[in-house]
C-alpha cells in the first residue's frame, strides 16, 4: 500500500489549508483507519489526528482540538486534513499513514507512511 501527501504550501497565521492524503495498492485498506502526523525541524514525529474507516470516528492531539477537522473519503480512497487558524507551530511536515488500531497516538502503531507535504506557516 502506498500513501502520498499533498497540499502543504506557505500561508499566513490565522489562514487555512486542506491537505489530502491518497491511498493506493490496498483495496482493503478502506478497512484500517488512517491518521496524520507532523513533525516539525529537530523535533520528534508528532500525532495529529486519526479516523475510523467508516469516516464517523475521529479524534486528535489537543494542540489542533478545535482548528483542524479530518475527514475521508473512501469511494475516492483520499484522507483530507482542514486546517483553520493555523499558527506558526503549526509547521512542520505533515505526513499520512494507516493504523489497525483505533485510538492509539502511538507512532508505533501506524504504519505505510508517505512522503510527507510541507506545512509553513508565517507569523
Known amino acids: 500500500v502506498q500513501l502520498q ?14 491537505l489530502s492524503c491518497s491511498v493506493s495498492g490496498d483495496t482493503f485498506t478502506s478497512n484500517y483507519a488512517l ?3 507532523r513533525q516539525a525541524q529537530g523535533k520528534e514525529r508528532e500525532f495529529v489526528a ?5 469516516g464517523v470516528s475521529t479524534y486528535y492531539a489537543d494542540s489542533v482540538k478545535g482548528r483542524f477537522t479530518i475527514s475521508r473519503d473512501n469511494a475516492k480512497n ?9 499558527k506558526a ?3 512542520a ?8 488500531l483505533f485510538g492509539t ?5 501506524f504504519d505505510s507512511w508517505g ?9
Open 93 to 100: 511536515v505533515y505526513y499520512c499513514a494507516r493504523v489497525g
Open 35 to 37: 491518521g496524520w502526523f
Open 115 to 123: 512522503q510527507g507535504t510541507q506545512v509553513t506557516v508565517s507569523s
Open 5 to 18: 501527501a499533498s497540499g502543504g504550501g506557505l500561508v499566513q497565521a490565522g489562514g487555512s489549508l486542506r
Open 89 to 91: 507551530e503549526d509547521t
Open 50 to 54: 486519526a479516523i475510523g474507516w467508516r
Open 78 to 86: 483520499t484522507v483530507y486534513l482542514q486546517m483553520n487558524s493555523l
Open 105 to 109: 497516538q502511538d507512532l508505533a502503531d
